[in-house]
């Protein structure tokens, strides 16, 4: 049997798991001990195993994760949400899709401080979903809105599927998190202009509201000052070379701890939330990243990353056009994974073969930064397209009255937005490294 086969039966073995809802990381690591155990014996499996944990949890740099998710709990539990919300409709609200339009920079303002798709969505929409309904917004475009602005809480510094890509590829954190700012607010203006011409085409889904005093906007602003700052201290000490992003991450979840004080929205119990909010959503994580490990090492076994990475260098297809179908592959990973499960998989073996591509003319930390953030971008439409289509179902369990049928109708215009964003970048590299070229000059 051929290495390819050895995968190919690999890969399916994990896909029938995952579709009897074993936990993907079950999914990954059952496949992977049995191949390990087929290819090299039980004495090789055996051996493996007992350094597997220690050789995964003792890389220093996945100690930045657990921090960061600490932070997005702190910024979750201590109201910061609601405060970007209300600043965000005081500014931009009295326009026509402006309430909606409030959701979105909520969304992004708010994965600043908390680096979760998932979270963000929740978050939000137990803010901004009544608000919306209230003030007479469709069903379809008030959950549609919420579930695509949830996800740019996984693109917009900081990300926890980039932070893992960064460690899996051997790349700087900090510029893979200064490549993500420019698609970030691509995306955010991508889904402001299709609210706006939502709102142009149907006005009756989305009335204006009265316009707000200053009064009441200063009101607003004063509320957000302490998200202002965490940003400014955490990001901006990162990128002068002040602390590392573990430093920063550990810096951040003080300050939104702080933050969650200051505003009195922390209690003893909304504490100990956020520190086993944060502890189950690492050790997922951790969990993952060991059921991938023994996949991955099933895989490299059978000599498949390699035939593979000659395979595709081989092809009389040019480099762009293999680029593009592992994109596509990644459009149909979606269907069936999270984002941070399919980055943990696919990277160990697809990666390397990207590398040996000519794309571009670019160098190869500049090629592999362009290459995240593009995959980052596919896989964040993973969240609101189905079948799977995770923040769909978070925004229906806080939406009963509104069919999911409905919602995911209305994300196709976001998504149509998402394709032509993944277009453009594919095709001007520039794009997304114009930050990181210009810090480091």
């Known amino acids: 049997m051929s290495s390819l086969q050895i995968g190919g039966l690999l890969?399916?073995?994990?896909?029938?798991?995952?579709?009897?809802?074993?936990?993907?990381?079950?999914?990954?690591?059952?496949?992977?001990?049995?191949?390990?155990?087929?290819?090299?014996?039980?004495s090789s499996l055996l051996n493996y195993l007992k350094g597997l944990a220690f050789a995964r949890f003792s890389v220093y740099d996945l100690s930045v994760i657990p921090l960061f998710i600490?932070?997005?709990?702190?910024?979750?539990?201590?109201?910061?949400?609601?405060?970007?919300?209300?600043?965000?409709?005081?500014?931009?609200?009295?326009?026509?899709?402006?309430?909606?339009?409030?959701?979105?920079?909520?969304?992004a303002a708010f994965g600043a401080v908390c680096g979760s798709s998932v979270a963000t969505a929740a978050t939000l929409s137990q803010v901004a979903?009544?608000?919306?309904?209230?003030?007479?917004?469709?069903?379809?475009?008030?959950?549609?809105?919420?579930?695509?602005?949830g996800t740019l809480g996984i693109l917009i510094p900081p990300s926890v599927p980039l932070v893992v890509y960064a460690i899996l590829t051997e790349q700087n954190?900090?510029?893979?998190?200064?490549?993500?700012?420019?698609?970030?607010l691509l995306a955010t203006v991508g889904y402001c202009a299709v609210i706006w011409i939502t709102a142009k085409l149907r006005p009756d889904l989305a009335p204006a509201q009265p316009k707000q005093t200053i009064e009441k906007r200063l009101r607003a602003f004063i509320e957000i000052w302490p998200i202002l700052a965490v940003f400014v201290v955490v990001f901006g000490g990162i990128?002068?070379?002040?602390?590392?992003?573990?430093?920063g991450a550990a810096v951040g979840a003080l300050g939104t701890f702080a933050a969650a004080l200051f505003r009195r929205e922390l209690n003893w119990q909304t504490f100990k939330n956020c520190l086993l909010g944060a502890a189950e959503t690492s050790g997922m994580i951790f969990l993952i990243f060991l059921g991938a490990d023994m996949l991955n090492s099933a895989l490299a076994l059978s000599q498949m990353p390699t035939n593979l990475s000659d395979w595709v260098t081989s092809l009389e297809w040019s480099p762009l056009a293999i680029v593009a179908s592992i994109i596509a592959l990644y459009i149909v990973l979606g269907f069936f994974m999270d984002e941070l499960s399919a980055v943990i998989l696919t990277i160990p073996v697809i990666f390397p073969a990207v590398m040996g591509l000519d794309l571009w003319g670019l160098e190869y930390s500049d090629k592999a930064i362009w290459f995240g953030?593009?995959?980052?971008i596919v896989m964040q439409m993973g969240l609101v397209h189905p079948p799977v289509g995770?923040?769909?179902?978070?925004?229906?369990?806080?939406?009963?009255?509104?069919?999911?049928?409905?919602?995911?109708k209305g994300v196709i215009p976001f998504l149509a937005s998402d394709l032509i964003r993944v277009v453009f970048l594919f095709f001007f590299p520039s794009v997304t490294l114009w930050l990181v070229h210009l810090m480091n000059q």
Not at 129 to 149: C, F, I, K, N, Q
Not at 373 to 376: G, P
Not at 390 to 408: G, Q, W
């Open 173 to 184: 954190i900090a510029k893979l998190f200064l490549a993500a700012f420019i698609p970030g």
């Open 11 to 42: 890969f399916l073995a994990m896909l029938v798991l995952m579709s009897l809802r074993v936990p993907i990381s079950a999914s990954m690591f059952i496949p992977g001990a049995i191949g390990y155990w087929a290819i090299a014996g039980h």
């Open 390 to 408: 995770l923040n769909i179902y978070i925004i229906n369990s806080l939406s009963r009255d509104v069919p999911i049928l409905e919602t995911f």
């Open 239 to 247: 990128y002068s070379g002040i602390f590392t992003p573990t430093e």
């Open 129 to 149: 979903l009544p608000e919306m309904r209230r003030h007479g917004y469709s069903g379809r475009l008030s959950t549609a809105t919420l579930a695509v602005g």
């Open 373 to 376: 953030i593009l995959m980052l």
């Open 70 to 107: 600490l932070m997005g709990q702190f910024a979750t539990q201590g109201g910061l949400s609601r405060a970007l919300f209300n600043f965000a409709n005081a500014a931009v609200g009295h326009f026509r899709g402006g309430m909606a339009m409030a959701s979105i920079y909520a969304c």
